[in-house]
């Protein structure tokens, strides 16, 4: 391993009540690389990604942000640096594309600063990288799926955060969109070298879109590396206990897996 | 269209919709206010209140214009505000409508005290202190209750809910029955004061609740912002890097302060508290700060409330037999119309 990542989780324990959901797990993000969390259902997946922002209470172990054990930092300080999209996030009823984009400054705001130049700059960045340039006065609640999402994503990114973390953002949308989505993620790593990570479902699109794959089973890391190393006919077997055989994915050349 | 206002590192958004609401609300509470003093059984011009103000007025006029109707005046705008204030504050903060303080117990509390007060002393002279010591106790003892240890974002929005009602249900009991324990008189004078009333405020009074307001002015600018923020799901209020927990336990305090000190001067006015806060939402654009314009329609509804109250012939009624009356065809209204527009 080379220098350290700037986000990582060191023999990192979760439980509640008394059932243990991630168990001394190590992981780091490698920095300007899009990272993919995998692992079949409740194997702590999102408790992961919610410790690694500090939305979850933690037993043992700790994460670490810029060298520092994240617990211990000023939440404002680790909001400008870290943004996270949790699952099916809620705002007000009505509430405009605009105003939930502005809310993503928070961080870089106070009562007395609520509508700085940067602010406004910010948003603008945000809208046009999403593509929803020209609908920022529309509420929300007439979007479809893909332009909600599409929305949220917008706000983490006015954030203007280096680090960004979301919670299976692509839930609920059918293949065209999630695909619109991943593109505009990969996007989004290139164009500003941003570190990504994600909790997704689908293998094959991860294997697609990601450079690097955590795969979870039980909170425990089963493996991680590359998805060439991680996505193999054994892992498949052994963490979501699916017969399968691998391909060669023929446009990208990725793994893709063909459950028997 | 929506003005942003830059001076240095302070900067502000306003939108034009949100300002004029707001400027036609204050119109209207002022143009209620004169009417209030012009109203009644003595009838006063508006324009005597500027003449009896600087002394040149018959005894009698300015006694009726400055030692009765302009203290009542005065103590409802104020009370009404924060009612109106206390309920928006909890009801985003708990993103619930039906989280106002008349629902969840503090005011019931506040009651109590004021009812043990009558039934200690004898009479109304140490009712103040009873119900804001008693609002404080109800609302310290729902917050432990309620104070979610586990996940450490402090107050679960639900349980505040269930155990404020559980506290409601408890403190209007236990006050119905030290009703029935003692004499006609106190207990009439306890009923009175339950319905929630304006009879007979002085100066102090109106002094109380205005300083209060004045003096959380600051607070309350400060508040908007974290407030509009809580109104979105907890993950993403700690990803801003809010404190949840603490954020929760300082507004709970500003809330409850606000209905208690509104309850000691004018009594538990049902309504005016749950009210307002929607009905200034659905006038105002969405996520705009609603704070400012709930004081005002709370203000509002306690002014109209009170005046019809003061203009029944004959019998003496509470003000707290109008909030209601008012203020529940308001929203209904609003909300019907929302239904017609599909918004709902």
């Known amino acids: 391993m080379s220098a350290q990542p700037r986000l990582a989780a060191r023999d990192l324990s979760v439980r509640f009540a008394h059932n243990t959901v991630l168990d001394q797990l190590s992981v780091d993000l490698p920095d300007g690389a899009v990272t993919a969390i995998v692992g079949p259902n409740a194997c702590g997946k999102s408790t992961l990604l919610r410790s ?15 060298g520092q054990c994240i617990a211990s930092q000023n939440s404002k300080s680790v909001a400008r640096r870290l943004a996270i999209l949790s699952q099916s996030p809620v705002a007000p009823e009505g509430l405009t594309i605009r105003d939930l984009v502005l809310r993503g400054r928070t961080p870089h705001q106070s009562a007395w600063r609520q509508h700085s130049v940067e602010d406004a700059a910010a948003v603008a960045a945000a809208l046009t990288a999403t593509g929803l340039d020209g609908m920022e006065h529309r509420s929300l609640d007439t979007l479809s799926g893909g332009q909600r999402q599409r929305a949220w994503i917008a ?7 280096q680090l960004l973390l979301l919670d299976e953002p692509t839930t609920f949308l059918d293949l065209p969109h999630q695909i619109e989505l991943l593109e505009l993620v990969r996007r989004l790593n290139h164009q500003t070298e941003r570190t990504v990570a994600m909790v997704l479902h689908d293998i094959n699109l991860a294997a697609r879109y990601c450079d690097h794959i955590i795969a979870l089973r039980g909170g425990h890391v089963h493996s991680q590396g590359s998805p060439k190393d991680v996505i193999t006919e054994t892992m498949m077997q052994e963490v979501f206990a699916l017969p399968c055989t691998i391909i060669a994915d023929p446009n990208h050349a990725t793994p893709h897996v063909i459950p028997t | 269209m ?3 206002l830059r001076l240095g590192t302070l900067s502000l958004q306003l939108a034009r919709r949100n300002l004029l609401v707001g400027l036609g609300l204050m119109l209207l509470v ?18 005597d209140l500027w003449t009896a103000l600087r002394g040149d007025m018959e005894d009698i006029t300015r006694m009726i214009l400055l030692d009765h109707r302009l203290p009542r005046v005065l103590v409802a705008v104020g009370a009404g505000a924060a009612f109106g204030l206390s309920g928006a504050i909890f009801q985003s903060m708990l993103r619930n409508p039906m989280a106002s303080p008349d ?12 009812v043990l007060a009558i039934l200690l002393f004898g009479s109304v002279r140490f009712v103040l202190p009873w119900a804001l010591a008693g609002g404080l106790l109800t609302a310290a003892l729902v917050l432990v209750l309620a104070w979610d240890r586990r ?4 107050l679960d929005p639900y349980r505040l809910i269930l155990v404020g009602i559980g506290a409601s ?12 324990m003692t004499d006609e008189q106190r207990a009439a004078d306890m009923a009175q004061w339950l319905t929630g009333t304006l009879n007979a405020r002085n100066l102090t009074d109106a002094a109380l609740i205005w300083g209060g307001l004045l003096l959380l002015t600051p607070v309350l600018l400060w508040l908007q912002f974290p407030l509009s923020r809580l109104t979105m799901n907890d993950d993403i209020v700690q990803g801003f890097g809010l404190r949840l927990a603490g954020l929760r336990l300082v507004i709970t305090c500003i809330g409850v302060l606000l209905a208690a000190l509104a309850v000691s001067v004018a009594g538990p006015l049902p309504f005016v508290a749950f009210v307002a806060g929607p009905v200034a939402r659905r006038l ?5 700060p609603v704070l400012a314009a709930a004081a005002l329609v709370g203000a509002l509804v306690t002014l109209g409330a009170d005046t019809a109250a003061r203009l029944v012939p004959v019998v003496q009624l509470p003000a707290g037999v109008f909030t209601a009356v008012i203020g529940a065809p308001v929203l209904m209204w609003l909300l019907v119309a929302q239904f017609r527009k599909g918004a709902l």
């Not at chain 2, 004169?34 to 508006?46: I, N, R």
């Not at chain 2, 629902?103 to 004021?114: E, H, P, R, T, W």
């Not at chain 2, 249900?169 to 029935?180: F, I, K, N, Q, R």
């Not at chain 2, 105002?284 to 705009?288: D, E, N, V």
């Open chain 2, 103 to 114: 629902v969840i117990g503090f005011n019931a509390g506040a009651s109590c005290g004021a």
């Open chain 1, 52 to 66: 690694l922002a500090r939305l979850q209470k933690t037993g043992t172990g700790q994460v670490i942000l810029d």
């Open chain 2, 284 to 288: 105002l654009g969405t996520g705009a």
């Open chain 2, 2 to 4: 929506t003005y942003t």
């Open chain 2, 30 to 47: 002022l143009t209620g206010g004169l009417a209030a003093l012009h109203m009644g059984s003595f009838p006063v011009g508006a324009a």
């Open chain 2, 151 to 154: 996940r450490g974002t402090g």
């Open chain 2, 169 to 180: 249900l408890t403190l209007g009991a236990t006050s119905d029955l030290l009703m029935s």
């Open chain 1, 155 to 161: 706000m983490a990114l006015a954030q203007d955060t």
